[in-house]
């Protein structure tokens, strides 16, 4: 695994966790950081050993937003081609890789989330929230709006009278609130975080690849489709997923009676 600067990358059993590694800057967001989360992710598509990933932060803090200096006042003195091409690197590992890795991502959120954050936490197909974190639309504190993807991602998943109150006022949210207007999957007490996220990642691992690749895209893709595009989407994402695990597996392990596929997973073979 590459050696990057501003996130660590971890693989046990399967699960890697990249931790966003700048603890003093409460995770901000740099340039560098929206660099390496691009090439992380990109690399990861293709990593074999990753079944599952977890994002989550280093110290108190998940992720505090943009870097205030670094993403925006440093930045409006750089050239035209780097401002494109750090602002596209932004926009493309939360709201386009994250959604398209074959693999399910988890946010495991172990304190502050602030602005641009709330599209790492949009972003991840899954999000775990220790119960004492706070989240907050704050753009609107220093004189601005949630610009960029996050009015965009916000409308997506949050109703309006959620949204837009917190928008407006910019007061933080609790993890609880989070998880009762629908932002994150989950709040859990603190002492539980670890085993909690452990114990989705694993019944993740337990699953066909192909299957919950297929899973991914098939919301996502309905998501953004017409219903009758989406029904032919649905179609050939389902020829593909057969075909990936040789047929149908699961469903010849139920006839046999060797499992209950109402309660747990079918034994999955490894493709060689
Ligand atoms: N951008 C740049 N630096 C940041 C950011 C940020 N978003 N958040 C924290 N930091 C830096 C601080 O400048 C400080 O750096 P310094 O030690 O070099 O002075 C360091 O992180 C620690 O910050 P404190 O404020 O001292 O930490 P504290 O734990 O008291 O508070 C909190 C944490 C609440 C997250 C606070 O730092 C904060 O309000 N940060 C800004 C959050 C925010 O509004 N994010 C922007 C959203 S807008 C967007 O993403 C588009």
Redesign the pocket.
Known sequence: MANYQTILVDNKDGVTTITLNRP???N??SPQLHRDMYDCLTDLRYDKDTRVIIITGAG??FC???????YFIEMDSQPERVRDEVREKSRQWRNEILRKMPQPVIAKING?V????FTVVTGCDIAIAADDVQL?L??V??G?F???E?TIVLSENLQPKHALYYALTGKTMSAKEAERIGLITKAVPRADLDKEVMEIANNLKEKAPSALNAVKEAWYYTFYSNPDVAYEISGLISDKAKAAIGGRPGLQQFARKEYRPGLGSYKVEEKK
């Open positions: 003093e800057k409460r901000a967001m108190e803090s505090a937003g943009q870097d205030l200096k670094q502050w602030f602005g641009g954050g907050g704050s753009e504190n220093f601005h949630p610009g960029g996050v």
